[in-house]
């Protein structure tokens, strides 16, 4: 009796877990990815622009849901709370890339570029203009409704 109460118990929180991600309004593709720059050579006229990109087919992290969405006191900003998995992924890529460039791909037209200053263990992202990320939020206050 003890196991099947158990067990019951293990699989209603992993039935919640799962279905207790937010996901966009209009659910098309995912929510962010993550990308490493690709050096590339510097175009003619334009060598003091910065020489990378990314390969599209190639993603370090797709997310495709949020544990939670918190808008900010501005109204403007918002801060994303990530799931268990994406959580311990974004962890590992923030470790992975101290010191380096990160390209974050919210969709073709927003795209942030950003060097990570210290790894992040908490799962939690923040979106605003102070980070010079505000279209980003302005993307995902969209996709989410709010």
């Keep these: 009796m003890k196991r099947s109460l158990v067990a019951l118990t293990i699989f209603f929180a992993a039935l919640t877990a799962a279905l207790g991600d937010l996901k966009p309004v209009d659910s098309s593709g995912p929510v962010l990815q993550y990308f490493a720059p690709v050096q590339m050579a510097p175009r003619p006229g334009h060598e003091d622009a910065p020489n990378f990109t990314f390969d599209q087919r190639k993603p370090l992290l797709t997310i495709t849901s949020v544990r939670q969405l918190i808008p900010n006191r501005d ?72």
């Design 75 to 146: 109204g403007k900003g918002v801060t994303i709370v990530l799931n268990e998995k994406d959580k311990q992924r974004y962890a590992e890529l923030t470790r992975q890339f101290k010191g380096r460039l990160l390209i974050c791909v919210a969709a073709s037209d927003v795209i942030s570029v950003g060097v990570v200053t210290s790894p992040t263990e908490n799962g939690m992202i923040e979106f605003s203009d102070v980070r010079y990320t505000g279209h980003v939020a302005k993307y995902l206050r969209r996709r989410f409704g709010i």
